[in-house]
């Protein structure tokens, strides 16, 4: 028979906790004014909703685009996360592998655009994205971010650490480089693949100012942006507001408790490296 051990709260989760009850406030309290009346939603001080309003949720539903919206932000998202995954890891095992001239350079070049605010850039990119034609339309939402300078640095970062014995066997049984990354190091890299993926999904998702200057047509808005249609110039519908929120942040919170194991996996072995 088993019993089950406690153990005692160290001074670190005495400072953890409060943090932790910090961070889930905002949530908590999204979630209660998605289930208030509008009065409830304005009383100050505020307090618990005195029922469950799920009139909110089909009200954001009824009143707004907001599925095709959820569409249209998942369709971007996941083609970013495929191609960052696929982009970023054949980048990440040229640098990390393969030597050609000016590669280290290139390198740190990709790495120097990470402190670059995307403010300064985000004028020239519209300006690319509308001389190829695809400007208000999802495809403008999707090139840019198909590959990062982060994801390409994490997945160079992780072969790094991936022992060279194992590439060396497989070549001298006539394997390619990218025969070895396909059978050898792909079994190797699903916990940095699913950060990447995570990483990536959650940029996309929650991205509001480049699909606020790229995107005009209420059909091509992504969910972050169609939210703002329930803010009006004088007045707030708080609660159809929170409702649509807790909608939009349903996929996120998915895709991250799915993916949690291997991404604080990921994080641990690099950050050891």
């Not at 028979?1 to 409060?18: G, K």
């Not at 070049?109 to 994205?129: D, E, G, H, K, R």
């Not at 047509?217 to 807790?246: D, R, Y």
């Amino acid at each position: 028979m088993t019993t089950l051990r406690f153990r005692r709260p160290s001074a670190l989760h005495l400072v953890l906790l409060p943090l932790s009850l910090v961070m889930v406030a905002p949530l908590v309290w999204m979630v209660l004014v998605s289930f208030s009346t509008q009065a409830e939603s304005r009383r100050f001080p505020p307090g618990l909703p005195s029922g469950l309003e799920w009139g909110n949720y089909a009200a954001a539903l009824r009143d707004a685009p907001l599925g095709s919206w959820l569409v249209n932000s998942s369709v971007v998202s996941v083609v970013c996360v495929v191609g960052n995954l696929v982009l970023c890891s054949l980048a990440g095992y040229a640098f990390a592998r393969v030597r050609f001239l000016g590669s280290r350079v290139a390198f740190v070049a990709i790495l120097a655009t990470l402190m670059v605010p995307f403010q300064i850039v985000m004028l020239p990119l519209l300006i690319m994205v509308r001389s190829v034609g695809l400007t208000d339309t999802l495809g403008a939402l999707i090139a840019p971010n198909l590959a990062t300078a982060f994801g390409v640095f994490l997945m160079r970062q992780f072969f790094m650490t991936v022992p060279r014995e194992l590439e060396e066997a497989a070549r001298i049984d006539g394997a390619g480089r990218l025969r070895i990354l396909a059978q050898v190091l792909l079994p190797l890299m699903r916990p940095t693949l699913a950060t990447l993926a995570v990483l990536t999904f959650l940029q996309t998702w929650n991205d509001f100012l480049w699909p606020l200057i790229a995107i005009q047509s209420p059909e091509s808005m992504t969910v972050q942006i169609g939210l703002q249609s329930f803010q009006g110039a004088h007045t707030t519908n708080w609660p159809k507001l929170m409702a649509g929120t807790v909608l939009s942040q349903l996929p996120v919170l998915i895709v991250f408790f799915v993916a949690q194991r291997f991404f604080v996996r990921s994080v641990a072995s690099v950050g050891i490296k």
